[in-house]
């Protein structure tokens, strides 16, 4: 073949066109997204941020409960808190010594804006040497 043919040429072309009609529906699409992404991100870690203060609330009074059940177990004699009321006490005592986990969200990246550079390289091959 010495050159492209008109019909290569025209597919050439079409495709071309095809790729860049495709890749900014794609480009609308992560745009889109991105400020979806943005949004819930600020939702998120605003929510976040407010479960775990609560969290923290919530272990104070849980540790207050159980400072108190350690204080009244401490004032009990030991044949008490070997009879089986003691041990019952023993293990609702337990029960609120737990420790609350606080969330932790790792959030997605943004995607990052699309190359065209397919297209321009495509359009750019020479059609003859």
Not at 12 to 24: M, S
Not at 68 to 92: P, V
Request: a negative charge; charged letters at 35%.
């Amino acid at each position: 073949m010495k050159i492209l043919t008109r019909e290569q040429i025209q597919t050439k072309l079409k495709f071309a066109q095809k790729l860049t009609e495709t890749g900014e529906d794609l480009q609308e699409v992560i745009a889109r997204y991105n400020n979806l992404l943005s949004t819930a991100t600020d939702e998120i870690q605003n929510l976040k941020g407010r479960f775990n203060e609560i969290v923290q609330e919530v272990q104070g009074f849980l540790g207050g409960i159980h400072d108190e059940q350690e204080a009244h177990m401490d004032k009990r004699t030991d044949r008490w808190r070997e009879s089986d009321a003691g041990q019952a006490y023993q293990g609702w005592a337990d029960a609120w010594g737990v420790d609350l986990e606080e969330v932790e969200i790792t959030m997605p990246d943004e995607i990052e804006e699309l190359s065209m550079d397919s297209v321009e390289v495509l359009r750019d091959l020479p059609d003859c040497p």
